[in-house]
T-cell receptor
């Protein structure tokens, strides 16, 4: 199993450009999520999905779109990049969305994004 | 929304115990988690506790949960240099919210 993979590892964008951060998992996990990590701010949830076809907003969704057409993939789209979106982005997946089963999240290696 | 608070830094001498604290506002989470992040890496689950438990022990790790005070702690016994990392508490069922992380620094 490759686990959770993210591409690219690094990306530099100019203000106003759009791009998609890719995330894939091969563990047949239902739950997937995107976080951004900024110094002193910890991890903040951007969007999450409890299964194919279902997505919901997290703490900081503005400026980002997601879709979940398959169980395996959960891409994050930046519509018009801004310097405030400079961050490290982590994708995570887990077997379930909690409740009766604990929700161990498996994290990808991250994408370091710089917006100039 | 959920608010999860941690102190940002902790320095501990090698061999001593480290205690990392976390407070939260929403007590409806079924499980509460501790994750570890080593430099340049993603997060890995360290341990977790079911919300109806007060304590969980796992080798050098002890998790204490005080639901009345909405306080979660992680104790690392006999702290080693390899424990140097950022530790995050996290909770939630559908929406998993993380604290800001506590950077643990080990003094020789």
């Amino acid at each position: 199993n490759a686990g959770v993979t993210q591409t690219p590892k690094f990306q530099v964008l100019k203000t106003g450009q759009s791009m998609t951060l890719q995330c894939a998992q091969d563990m047949n996990h239902e739950y997937m999520s995107w976080y951004r990590q900024d110094p002193g701010m910890g991890l903040r949830l951007i969007h999450y999905s409890v299964g194919a076809g279902i997505t919901d907003q997290g703490e900081v969704p503005n400026g980002y779109n997601v879709s979940r057409s398959t169980t395996e993939d959960f891409p994050l789209r930046l519509l018009s990049a801004a310097p405030s979106q400079t961050s490290v982005y982590f994708c995570a997946s887990s077997y379930s969305s909690g409740g009766t089963l604990y929700n161990e999240q498996f994290f990808g290696p991250g994408t370091r994004l710089t917006v100039l | 929304g959920e608010d999860v608070e941690q102190s940002l830094f902790l320095s501990v001498r090698e061999g001593d115990s480290s205690v990392i604290n976390c407070t939260y506002t929403d007590s409806s989470s079924t499980y509460l988690y501790w994750y570890k992040q080593e430099p340049g890496a993603g997060l890995q689950l360290l341990t977790y506790i079911f919300s109806n438990m007060d304590m969980k022990q796992d080798q050098r790790l002890t998790v204490l949960l005080n639901k009345k005070d909405k306080h979660l702690s992680l104790r690392i016994a006999d702290t080693q240099t390899g424990d140097s990392a950022i530790y995050f508490c996290a909770l939630g069922d559908d929406k998993i919210i993380f604290g800001k992380g506590t950077r643990l620094h080990i003094l020789p």
